[in-house]
């Protein structure tokens, strides 16, 4: 019977989780064991003089092993390609047209949209700030760009149709894209610097720090407007 | 009863990987079945960051030694680890309004060719 | 002991995002979770973890998945009673155990769409006529009508089911709404 065959697996399943947690948890409390830190000493040891940053975590991210930075945002762009081309209004474009609903003006609530109007140049400012200061307290390029990612996204829940254009945010994807893998191939790995103070180094870090944040904020947006407008539309558009 | 400090942050680590491989194993709709691997992702980011903790240590800020820095190596990795877990977020999510569209129904199914309700 | 409390706290607010069975209740827990998290990186001294996790995970994930959600059915139950001068929540509370709760268990586990109740105190005929609830219930003392659509799938299950839903039938009867005019009502 199908039912019992299902009581079976339903309970091999709560089984497996079981088991394989106490097996995990038997393994590593009885074999684990502590090593020696051989990075971690190299990397603390002087990170002021050699990358310009008071922060060690921006000085890994930036300098020590600016490689997978690389790749983290190749990883964020693949991911807006990936959002774009699976969306089912690309390959039926010519059946989707979207109309100007003017019943969206009067259900909108007008307490989210005053406050929201009052606290988005402080969420800017915020992320901004959060950027431009990310070798010296914690932050960095991806919070301040995830931060910025908010405030555009804050606009869709006031005002949600849709009206943006997003060919001008994608192009800026690219072309950031392009500078943030330009960037550290000349500075850090051909080490093609002006010279080698501390001060060359700081302008590097936030000169570094604003094209990953952009570029963050850029992916970010693309991905949730492309969501909200393209996959939120009614499924009237299932057979025509 | 065993002893209270066997409660660190490795064993809750670990605890959260399993109880998230329990909801993508078990749950019928896809929607929980992602929120699930985010599960198990948080319990690895929190398995990676708590591996060479000691209470008597600072942030690894600035340049006044007054105590032994934290370890930055693996907070480092685990910023790159979570944009890429919202990337896999995203990613998953397109595809179940893809899936949406084309079948009919929210949910795992073996016949997927049945037609669902008209809600 | 403030690392003890917020690592049990992690795991049952995990449990309940896994466990529950309404899907808009376990995405806030899953904002609750990235919350908390966010709470222990910052006692496991990394700040710029804690920053990235608050902002990713609540702000945009969150967010992701309620937009997301949209696209998931919701049945809409709407709950008559004309007797009643203004709802609060002790006359909710009394009906919520013979009829709330299992009918939101059966939507959810064996039909698999959102339930979602609204209470009103207009005349049914009203709401019949102006809104478009997917399944109206009006109670009028002890008697209990139904009314929906006849070819609805969902509301053709309910019904089948009905004797495990609200346990104790007092008397239920059930109009399919293609039949009701303003003016009276056909069975």
């Known amino acids: 019977m199908a039912r019992q065959s299902n009581r079976y697996i339903h309970i091999l399943r709560i089984v497996l989780a079981v088991v394989g947690a106490a097996v995990m948890l038997f393994v590593y409390l009885n074999h684990s064991e502590k090593l020696n830190t051989p990075l971690m000493d190299f990397f603390t040891d002087d990170f002021l003089a050699q990358t310009g940053a008071d922060n060690a975590v921006a000085a890994i991210y930036l300098n020590y092993r600016v490689f997978d930075t690389l790749f983290e945002a ?3 762009m693949v991911s807006v390609m990936e959002v774009i081309n699976v969306s089912w209004a690309n390959k039926h474009a010519d059946r989707y ?14 307490l989210v949209a ?22 010296v307290s914690p932050g960095g390029g991806f919070q301040g760009g995830a931060i910025l990612a908010t405030a555009l996204i804050s606009r869709y829940l006031v005002y949600p149709n849709f009206d943006l254009d997003l060919h001008i945010i994608e192009k800026m994807e690219k072309i950031l894209f392009l500078f943030i893998v330009l960037t550290p191939v000349l500075y850090v790995f051909m ?9 060359s180094h700081q302008v590097y870090m936030v000169f570094m720090n604003t094209l990953i944040g952009l570029k963050v904020f850029s992916g970010l947006s693309i991905i949730f407007y492309r969501f909200v407008f393209y996959e939120g539309a009614d499924n009237t558009f299932i057979d025509r | 009863m065993k002893p209270l400090n066997l409660i660190t942050g490795e064993t809750v680590g670990i605890l959260l990987f399993f109880i998230g491989l329990y909801g993508l194993m078990t749950k019928k709709t896809i929607v929980k079945t992602i929120m699930s691997m985010s599960i198990m992702e948080a319990g690895i980011y929190l398995f990676y960051i708590t ?6 240590t600072v942030p690894p800020i600035g340049q006044s030694r007054e105590a032994a820095f934290a370890d930055p190596v693996p907070s480092a990795l685990m910023i790159t680890a979570i944009v890429i877990g919202i990337g896999v977020t995203a990613i998953g999510l397109t595809m179940f309004m893809h899936y949406k569209q084309q079948h009919g129904i929210t949910h795992w199914s073996r016949n997927r060719n049945q037609q669902g309700s008209e809600h | 002991m403030f ?3 917020i690592l049990i706290t992690l795991v049952v607010i995990a449990c309940f995002a896994v466990f529950s069975d309404n899907m808009r209740r376990s995405i806030i827990y899953l904002g609750v979770f990235s919350l908390a998290m966010a ?7 990394a700040p710029d973890v804690a920053i990235a996790e608050a902002a990713i995970g609540v702000g945009l994930s969150t967010v992701m998945y309620l937009v997301a959600l949209k696209k998931v059915s919701v049945y809409d139950i709407c709950y008559v009673n004309e007797n009643i001068e203004q709802f609060n929540d002790d006359h909710i509370g009394s009906i919520m155990d013979s009829f709330v709760r299992p009918m939101e268990l059966f939507l959810e586990r064996t039909e698999e769409v959102e339930p979602q109740i609204s209470y009103t105190n207009h005349p049914a005929l009203e709401v019949l006529a102006d809104e478009n609830h997917d399944c109206i219930l009006h109670r009028d003392g002890d008697l209990i009508y139904i009314y929906g659509d006849a070819n609805d799938r969902i509301f053709q299950d309910i019904i089948a089911n009905l004797n495990t839903i609200i346990p104790d039938m007092k ?5 399919f709404k293609k039949e009701v005019s303003l003016n009276g009502q056909a069975e």
């Open chain 1, 191 to 199: 080490q093609i610097q002006p010279d080698n103070t501390v001060i």
């Open chain 3, 3 to 5: 690392e003890t409390i």
């Open chain 1, 74 to 76: 190749l990883m964020l």
């Open chain 1, 114 to 135: 005053r406050m929201v109007g009052i606290v988005y140049p402080f969420v800017i400012l915020l992320g901004l700030y959060i950027i431009a200061n990310g070798h």
């Open chain 3, 39 to 45: 709470l222990a990186y910052l006692y496991y001294n």
């Open chain 1, 97 to 110: 047209q979207f109309e100007e609903d003017d019943m969206y003006y009067k259900n909108n609530s007008e």
């Open chain 2, 51 to 56: 591996i060479n903790f000691s209470p008597d």
């Open chain 3, 171 to 175: 008397d239920v009867r059930v109009v």
